[in-house]
Nanobody
Framework: QVQLVESGGGSVQAGGSLTLSCVASGYGYTDASKCMGWFRQAPGKEREGIAASYYGSHLPYYADSVKGRFTISQDKTKKTLTLQMNDLNPEDTGMYYC????????????????????WGQGIQVTGSS
């Protein structure tokens, strides 16, 4: 089992930045790390995949809503997945979840929550105007 713990959330003014970190532990990390992603869930909305690092591509995936502002990176030696978020706005508000052990053959799968085996507990991010 792989455990994931997110940190770094909070509240920022519009235009501000935050860095989310997800630290993994437990048995099975090597396989689980081959497809990892960040999801967010706004109040009253479904959980959506916003960024992923996956074995189906050398390039990470970004949702259009965060492209150019968010950067996903992975340090496998430290078992850490990071999401650098710049130019935050109120539409970025929500619970952010780290996920691992996904089926990462194509983008179609990496954006689906059901593709992932392991999840963090989530962390709140609020962008205020």
């Amino acid at each position: 089992q792989v455990q994931l713990v997110e940190s770094g959330g909070g509240s920022v003014q519009a235009g501000g930045s935050l860095t989310l970190s997800c630290v993994a532990s437990g048995y099975g990390y090597t396989d689980a790390s081959k497809c990892m992603g960040w999801f967010r869930q706004a109040p009253g909305k479904e959980r959506e995949g916003i960024a992923a690092s996956y074995y189906g591509s050398h390039l990470p995936y970004y949702a259009d809503s965060v492209k150019g502002r968010f950067t996903i990176s992975q340090d496998k030696t430290k078992k850490t997945l990071t999401l650098q978020m710049n130019d935050l706005n109120p539409e970025d508000t929500g619970m952010y979840y780290c996920a691992a052990g996904g089926f990462g053959a194509t983008v179609m799968w990496v954006v689906k929550p059901k593709s992932y085996k392991y999840w963090g507990q989530g962390i709140q991010v609020t962008g205020s105007s």
